[in-house]
């Protein structure tokens, strides 16, 4: 199986900050990788797919970038709206397989 | 709209069983793969399991192989994961999700809470 890793675990940010959040598969998936926002008792939203395609009427704050086996999720000007935890997930060999998880609070 | 509805979720004792439901809305169900994708509490998400849109091909996770069966019916437009021999640990929330032509999984259900404890 893939696994998959994120750091930070989490991280507290104030409003108007960049962030960024790494994701890192265990073998190269190509650009096999999306990324979801989970807000607290709700579903996962997927942001970004293919790991920098922006899904339609996600704001453009969000960005994707990498391939092979690093890749790069940012927040460009942080919101209140953006506390929630983002998960990678790689779907170029099953099982498909997610990161742990980074929660992002705003200080 | 494209809405995905999960239910069937509940309480129920290690070794016993449990059908869940997706009822899906507002897109040609027909022409989508489907997933279960679980998440227990306090954890990540996990994937379970896989159908293609005319149910020729049906993948599903180690965790999950033997005990559990995914389906589909396309003319009522529902998705089912039978549960069967099910463990403590299979203690989750459990979602339906689309799966986009690219791969991603574009759409979710609401999640159905499954307790599996004595």
Redesign the interface.
């Known amino acids: 199986d893939i696994q998959m890793t994120q750091s930070p675990s989490s991280l507290s940010a104030s409003v108007g900050d960049r962030v960024t959040i790494t994701c890192q598969a265990s073998q190269d998936i190509s650009n096999?990788l999306?990324w979801?926002q989970?807000k607290p008792g709700r579903?996962?939203?997927?942001l970004i797919?293919?790991a920098s395609n922006l899904?339609t009427g996600v704001p453009s704050r969000f960005s994707g970038s990498g391939s092979g086996t690093d890749f790069t999720f940012t927040i460009s000007s942080l919101q209140p709206e953006d506390i929630a935890t983002y998960?990678c997930?790689q779907?170029d060999n099953?099982?498909?397989?997610?990161?742990?998880?980074t929660k992002v609070d705003v200080k | 709209e494209v809405q995905l509805v999960d239910s069937g979720g509940g309480l129920v004792q290690p070794g016993g069983s449990l059908r869940l439901s997706c009822a899906a809305s507002g897109f040609n169900f027909s022409s989508y793969g489907m997933n279960w994708v679980r998440q227990a509490p306090g954890k990540g998400l996990e994937w379970v399991s896989y159908i293609s849109s005319s149910s020729s091909s049906i993948y599903y996770s180690d965790s999950v192989k033997g005990r559990f069966t995914i389906s589909r019916d396309n003319a009522n437009t529902s998705l089912y994961l039978q549960m069967n021999s099910l463990r403590d640990e299979d203690t989750a929330v459990y979602y339906c999700t689309r799966e986009s032509t690219g791969g991603a999984f574009d759409y979710w259900g609401q999640g159905t809470l499954v307790t599996v404890s004595s």
């Open positions: 096999y999306n979801y989970q579903a996962p939203k997927l797919y293919d899904e998960h997930q779907y099953l099982p498909f397989t997610f990161g742990p998880g």
